[in-house]
């Protein structure tokens, strides 16, 4: 079945001749769809997309997670940081929850198992063209233990006891004129800290400091 011109352009990157095979066929019952190009590992996907030009390369890459050489987290990120617009579906057999936080993290829109139906990967491909994340709840829940894991080994970012102490009140809801009082600094020497916190954390606002404090529980004074 031929494309039309406003097709979704998809790249199938799988180490496993059989799964872009049936892949293959499976997006070639859909009309929307038209498979473009194949790899066998991450190298060879960015590889493809550096030797093409921006009308020749895929509008979504289905990716596998494990695969010799350049895996698929490794392969995701490379992506990434050459063409950010680009769309990226994890199709992968594990639900391992550092995985599938590194796949997001990496920058994947979507962690979709294999077991999926055709018509549920359909949906997914879709989504992820519209920049719409498209989760199991399984999947969802190893995302958010991952992320949980993965903050609670972060450490404390190397912050001094006083920049704690700042990112407590900050947490607490203190403007600056009442982090100084209640620490018996200037005003100065609070904003000080408030800009080495977000510097540390790499984080814009001291809004997203609070949120930090709180989900790492450096909120949770005693």
């Excluded at 293959?24 to 060879?44: C, D, H, S, W």
């Excluded at 490379?78 to 920058?107: H, N, Q, R, W």
């Excluded at 992820?128 to 709840?137: D, I």
């Excluded at 009082?181 to 800290?193: C, Y």
């Amino acid at each position: 079945m031929m494309s039309g011109p406003d097709s979704i352009k998809v790249m199938i990157v799988d180490d496993h001749d059989m799964v872009r095979t049936g892949l293959r066929t499976y997006l070639m019952l859909e009309p929307k769809f038209q498979v473009i190009a194949e790899a066998g590992n991450g190298q060879a996907a960015l590889d493809f997309l550096d030797a093409s030009s921006s009308e020749k390369r895929p509008d979504i890459i289905l990716m596998d997670l494990m695969m010799p050489g350049m895996n698929g987290i490794e392969a995701t990120k490379a992506i990434m940081e050459k063409y950010p617009d680009m769309k990226i579906v994890m199709l992968t057999s594990f639900l391992e929850d550092d995985k599938v936080y590194g796949a997001i993290e990496a920058g994947a829109v979507s962690y979709v198992l294999k077991t999926v139906s055709a018509e549920e990967l359909i949906y997914a491909i879709s989504g992820a063209f519209k920049g719409m994340p498209v989760m199991t709840a399984d999947v969802s829940q190893a995302l958010t233990r991952g992320l949980r894991q993965r903050t609670a080994q972060a450490g404390d970012e190397g912050l001094t006891e006083r920049e704690k102490e700042v990112l407590f009140l900050i947490a607490d809801g203190q403007s600056n004129k009442e982090i100084a009082e209640e620490l018996h600094i200037s005003v100065k020497t609070v904003k000080t800290h408030v800009s080495n916190l977000l510097m540390k954390c790499e984080l814009e606002d001291r809004t997203q400091l609070a949120v930090l404090a709180h989900r790492k529980g450096w909120a949770n004074r005693t």
